[in-house]
């Protein structure tokens, strides 16, 4: 049975730091990517990165620098370090199962077919 569990949110100062991790079971690292998306009060939610089952990563244009976002096989996780956050960072954080086995990752909802329950990150002072 496919589960994802997301862990790590919280509140932080701006420019401060957070690692959020994705634990996965019920797949391999291997075969499926996996993805990390957020959703803001009142906002849509929007992809934010994601890695491949090669490994191969992909970050929305506002994300790249400040996001990187890695995968531990032996533990079966998925991390998404984000670095100099920012108010505008303050979301619920959720990872995804790529719906379809070896395919590229892309930062649409739609390709993702199993969700985690969130975390939530919030930037203040």
């Known amino acids: 049975q496919v589960h994802l569990v997301e862990s790590g949110g919280g509140l932080v100062q701006p420019g401060g730091s957070l690692r959020l991790s994705c634990l996965a079971s019920?797949?391999?690292?291997?075969?499926?990517?996996i993805g990390w998306f957020r959703q803001a009060p009142g906002k849509e939610r929007e992809g934010v990165s994601c890695?491949?089952?090669?490994?191969?990563?992909n970050y929305a244009g506002d994300a790249k620098g400040r996001f990187t976002i890695s995968r531990d096989h032996g533990r079966n996780t998925v991390y998404l370090q984000i670095n100099s956050l920012k108010p505008e960072d303050t979301a619920v954080y959720s990872c995804?199962?790529?719906?379809?086995?070896?395919?590229?990752?892309?930062?649409?909802?739609?390709?993702?077919?199993?969700w985690g329950q969130g975390t939530q990150v919030t930037v203040s002072s």
């Open positions: 019920g797949f391999s690292l291997d075969y499926y990517g």
């Open positions: 890695v491949s089952s090669t490994g191969k990563t």
């Open positions: 995804a199962k790529v719906r379809q086995l070896f395919k590229p990752c892309v930062l649409e909802a739609s390709e993702y077919d199993f």
